[in-house]
Every structure is written in C-alpha cells, then in structure tokens.
C-alpha cells in the first residue's frame, strides 16, 4: 500500500517537490513499522490531490453567440490541440516560471513542434501555411495560458520570421526560417529604443558602409527574447538616413543583449536590450526590401493581430476563472454568483468577450482576403487589450483575498496586460491611429 501511494504521490510532476518531501517524512515510520507508515501517505496523497484540484486547469472556453459555427473543423482542431498544450505543459509550470521571474526556456522547442511559430509563413519555408483564423485561435490559446508564452510564439512568427519571409532575399529565407520554425533557433526583433518607442521614425541606430560589410553602432531596450535569442531582426538607419531591418546573430563580436530586471508584468517572458559596439554584419544580413518606416510597422500589424485575439484569451481565462469562483464561493450563507452585483460583473465580462470575438473574426476574415487595414488592426488591437484589462481587473475583485495569490492565473494575466496594452503601440497611440483614419488629421505631432 505504502507503494502504491509513492507511486500515486510521485507521478503528479507539479507537486514533485511536496511529494519528496513527505516520502521523506514517512520512510522512517514504515520502517519502524508504524501505523503512521500508512496514515502519512494517504495524509500526503489526500491533500496533494486538494492542492492539485484547486492548481490544476479547468477552464472552459465561453462561447456565448456559438461562434463556433463560424469555424472550420482544421480550424477548430487546431485550437484544441493548442488548447490541450496549454493545459498540459502550460498551466502546470507557469505560475512558478513567473514568480521566480524566470523564462521556461524548453517551450521554445515544443511551440516549434506544435506548429506556432509563423503559422501563416508558406509551409516550404516550414511555417504552417495556414488562415489568420487559425494563427488568432493559436495566440487566444497561447495568451489564454500566459502573455508571455504568446509573446514568444508572436516575436518569433510576426516580428522575426516575417520580415524575413516578406522582404528576404532566398538564401535568407532558406537560412533562418526553418530553424526558426522548428524552434531550433529563437530570434527577437529591435525597434525601440531608449529614446524612441511611440515614435520610431527617429531611431538612432545607425549602420554605415564599410565595404563587403557594414559597422552597426547603438542600442535597443525593451525587446522580447533577447536574453535567448540566437538572432536578431534589428532596425537601423543607413548612411541616407533610410531605415533598414538588418539580421544580427548571436555569436558577432560587438553585439550583447543584458537582461531588464526588475519587471513586475509578464515575468515568465525574458526582456532585454540589444547593444551594438561596432558590430560587423556582413552586407548579405540585410534584408533587401525592407526600406523605410512602413517595414517594421508592416510587421507590427501581424504581430497586433496576433495580439488582438491572445488578449482575449487572457480575458477569457479571468472569466471562466470567476464564474466557477462565483458558484462555488459561500458568503452570506449563499454563493456569490447570487448577488446582483457580482452578477453584473460577469454578465459584463461574457458581453465584451462575445463582441470582441466577432470583431477579432471579422478582422481575422479581412486578412484572409488581403483586405485588412493597418488601421482595422489597430482597433482590435486596442479592443482586445482594454476588454481584457478591465476583465481581469473585476475577475481579480471577484476572487476577493484569492485573487492576489497565484493560486489563480488572475492577478498573473492582469499584470501582464499592462505590458501588452503598452508594447506594439500603447491605448493612446492606437485611438490616435483610429482617430486620424476617421478624421484626416494627424493628432501625433
Ligand atoms: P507614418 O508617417 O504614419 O508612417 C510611415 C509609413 O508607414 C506606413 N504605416 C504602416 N504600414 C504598415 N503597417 C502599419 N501598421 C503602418 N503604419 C504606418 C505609412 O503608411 C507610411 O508609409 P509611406 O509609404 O507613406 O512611407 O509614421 P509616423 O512616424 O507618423 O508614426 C506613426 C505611428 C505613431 C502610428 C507609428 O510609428 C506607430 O505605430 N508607433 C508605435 C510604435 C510601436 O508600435 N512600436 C512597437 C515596437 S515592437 C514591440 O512592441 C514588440 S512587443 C512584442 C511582444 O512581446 O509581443
Ligand atoms: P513612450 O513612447 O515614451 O510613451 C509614453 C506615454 O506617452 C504613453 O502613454 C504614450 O501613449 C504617450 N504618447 C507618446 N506619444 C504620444 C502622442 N503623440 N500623443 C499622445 N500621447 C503620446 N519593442 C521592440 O522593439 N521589440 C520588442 O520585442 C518589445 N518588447 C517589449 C516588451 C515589453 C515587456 C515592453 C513593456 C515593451 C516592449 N517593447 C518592444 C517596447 C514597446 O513597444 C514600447 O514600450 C512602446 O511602443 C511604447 O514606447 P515607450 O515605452 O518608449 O513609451
């Protein structure tokens, strides 16, 4: 029995450490035969299946309009399948990930075989050569996990190996998108720099001439991956003053990337900057057609779509989450789901969460037909994230004292949208960007 219940204890990898540590305890009765030989271990099981109840992943995904009649069956396979990753390799590690501020570094190889990275990149170049539907039901999943674990998946599909596809020469593309499909290699993308992150016209990394090669000089911050990145798709002035996107690899002498300490928002996700000392890239690192502002910004609209839907994954989860709370808290001698306030809340939460889900879906339509404005983006962009803030804001109020632990992912996924609602254009630049498209004027200068 007493092995039965080691077995029982040990298999359960999210609380190994528990586990241990009560099979510890319990050696010394079994051997001394005890009664407490067998009582410590169903004591040890017992709670370690409570702790595992309330830790595991239950959610279940709000589909208040059947909007999955709008889906394919490809489509909806794939959500499951991401849906299932999440739940299995996901949910279980990375609260610890993001209160020790660390990246779970070996997902980049699991998201590579599941097939999210650069999922609307042609399957030739190993991308998925899917819709846009799939690639934003793969960010809603991802996001619905952690932010940050759709960061990585959307750096490296949107910001890195679609600018490499979209303005690569061949050889670039059969270089780097493989690998980077297939997580073998993780990259990271500089735009912003310390001076300059609404407006990036005014970057001052700047690469000059110098024969065969050119010498890159500057630096980045803020940029998702870098600490681990192998490569880097780096934006730079050249010698006329044009922008230009450079690719930079790890090993050039010249080129470090620190790591930010210090956040409080999307921990599981690794920050860093990216610092250029005379860096000598050879010429055929850069990508021949990116010229100009509109080369990154083109990448940033893939990457906002991606954000647009992963947001309202996070929003999703903080519903599900508060709902099943709500049923199940007693106060009052009745579940708070009863009162009229929590009520309004959640009733809330389902409506914003169905409303941006068609809208994610109209867009998500609009550039599978090519139709799709940066503008339209922009919107969703913004939607998603405003939806989805003020979502896990009333989620966490719901969970009361509960809320501010990591036993729920709530407190975890309203951090972390600050970040979101910030990176790839911040709320206020994405309501100038609706506001000039309505109007004609430009509100930025
Ligand atoms: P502006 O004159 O408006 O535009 C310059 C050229 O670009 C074109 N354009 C776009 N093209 C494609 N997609 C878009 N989204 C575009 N937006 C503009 C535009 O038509 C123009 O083309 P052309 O032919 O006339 O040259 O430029 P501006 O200097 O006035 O700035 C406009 C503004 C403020 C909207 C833009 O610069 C902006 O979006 N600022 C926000 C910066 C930003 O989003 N940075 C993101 C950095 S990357 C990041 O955050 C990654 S986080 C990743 C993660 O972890 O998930
Ligand atoms: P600022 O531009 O200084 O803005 C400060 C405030 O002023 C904001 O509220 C803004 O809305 C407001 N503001 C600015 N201009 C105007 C205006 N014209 N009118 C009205 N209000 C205005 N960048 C990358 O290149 N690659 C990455 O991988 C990346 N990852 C990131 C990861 C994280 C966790 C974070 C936090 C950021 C990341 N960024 C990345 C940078 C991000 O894109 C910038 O932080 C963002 O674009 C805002 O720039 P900023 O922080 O310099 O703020």
């Known amino acids: 029995l007493f092995l039965v219940f080691c077995f029982l204890l040990l298999c359960i990898p999210s609380d190994l450490l528990f586990a241990i540590c009560f099979l510890v305890l319990c050696i010394p009765f079994e051997f001394r035969n005890s009664r407490f030989g067998l009582y410590l271990p169903i004591l040890a099981a017992t709670l370690n299946v409570v702790t595992m109840a309330v830790r595991s992943d239950q959610f279940t995904s709000p589909d208040y309009l059947q909007l999955d009649d709008l889906l394919t069956e490809e489509q909806k396979l794939i959500r499951e399948s991401v849906r299932a990753y999440v739940k299995k390799e996901i949910s279980p590690i990375i609260e610890d990930y993001a209160q ?17 990275f650069g999922p609307t990149i042609p399957a030739a170049y190993g991308g998925g050569g899917l819709d846009y539907i799939s690639y934003g039901l793969m960010m809603q999943e991802l996001e619905r996990g952690d932010s940050g674990v759709r960061s990585t998946a959307s750096v490296q599909g949107s910001l890195v190996m679609f600018p490499i596809y979209e303005y690569g020469s061949e050889a670039q593309r059969k270089k780097y998108l493989p690998k980077l499909a297939s997580g073998e290699w993780l990259g990271c993308f500089g735009l912003t720099e310390p001076n300059h992150g609404s407006d990036p016209a005014g970057i001052l990394t700047r690469f000059t001439d110098a024969g065969d090669h050119v010498i890159l000089n500057g630096a980045k911050m803020w940029i998702s991956n870098a600490p681990h990145a192998q490569v880097a798709v780096v934006w730079a002035k050249d010698d006329n003053d044009a922008i230009r996107g450079l690719i930079i690899e790890r090993d050039m002498e010249g080129f470090s990337t620190p790591t930010t300490h210090g956040k409080w928002s999307l921990r599981a996700s690794a920050t860093g900057e990216l610092v250029f000392d005379h860096v000598k890239v050879p010429k055929e690192n850069i990508l021949p057609n990116a010229k100009g502002l509109k080369s990154p910004l083109g990448c ?11 947001s309202i994954g996070a929003a999703m989860d903080c519903y599900d989450t508060a709902l099943r709370y709500a049923k199940e ?49 922009s919107m969703a962009k913004r939607n998603g994230c405003e939806v989805a803030t003020n ?45 000039m498209d309505i109007t004609g004027f430009n509100a930025f200068k």
């Open 100 to 116: 020790k501020a660390s990246f779970p570094e070996h997902i980049v190889k699991q998201l590579g075989d599941l097939g999210c």
């Open 300 to 310: 940033l609209t893939k990457a906002r779509f991606g954000i647009a839907w992963g």
């Open 329 to 377: 808290r007693i106060q009052f001698d009745r579940p708070i789901g009863g009162f009229q306030l929590q009520q309004k809340k959640l009733a809330e939460m389902i409506t914003e969460i169905t409303k941006a889900q068609l809208l994610n879906w109209r867009v998500a339509v609009l550039m599978n037909e090519g139709k799709a404005t940066p503008q339209q983006v």
């Open 391 to 435: 979502i896990c804001r009333d989620a966490r109020q719901m969970l009361g004292g509960m809320g501010i632990t990591g036993e729920y992912s709530v407190m975890r996924h309203m951090m972390n949208l600050e970040s979101v609602i910030t990176y790839e254009g911040t709320h206020d630049i994405h309501l100038l960007i609706t506001g």
